[in-house]
Nanobody, 123 residues
Framework: QVQLVESGGGLVQAGDSLRLSCAAS????????MGWFRQSPGKERLFVAA???????TYDDSLKGRFTISRDNAKNTMYLQMNSLKPEDTAVYYC?????????????????WGQGTQVTVSS
């Protein structure tokens, strides 16, 4: 099994920055690809970004430029740096892991999930 634990969420003002972290434990070889999704109240969970073991990244086009995903394989930890935050970025952010990037995109969902961390951006 894989355990994913997010941290770093909170309440910020529009224009601020925030960095989320996701620590993986257990069978981490199953999380060659890690990524972030977000879900706003009443809406579906949407893809934000993903990063492969070798550092290759994929972003939702609308977020590229403001959000940066990274990972430290030695620490089994992934990060999401969010800059110039907007009220519409308010959501629960979920860490996810899978062995294939294929399962992060096109409406598919990865195998492993964290519990989520709330990000609230006030105007």
């Amino acid at each position: 099994q894989v355990q994913l634990v997010e941290s770093g969420g909170g309440l910020v003002q529009a224009g601020d920055s925030l960095r989320l972290s996701c620590a993986a434990s257990g069978r981490t070889y199953s999380t060659a690809v890690m990524g972030w999704f977000r879900q706003s109240p009443g809406k579906e969970r949407l893809f934000v970004a993903a990063i492969e073991w070798n550092g290759g990244t994929t972003y939702d086009d609308s977020l590229k430029g403001r959000f940066t995903i990274s990972r430290d394989n030695a620490k089994n930890t992934m990060y999401l740096q969010m800059n110039s935050l907007k009220p519409e970025d308010t959501a629960v952010y979920y860490c996810a892991g899978d062995s294939a990037l294929f399962n992060f995109i096109g409406g598919r969902k990865p195998s492993y999930w964290g519990q989520g961390t709330q990000v609230t951006v006030s105007s």
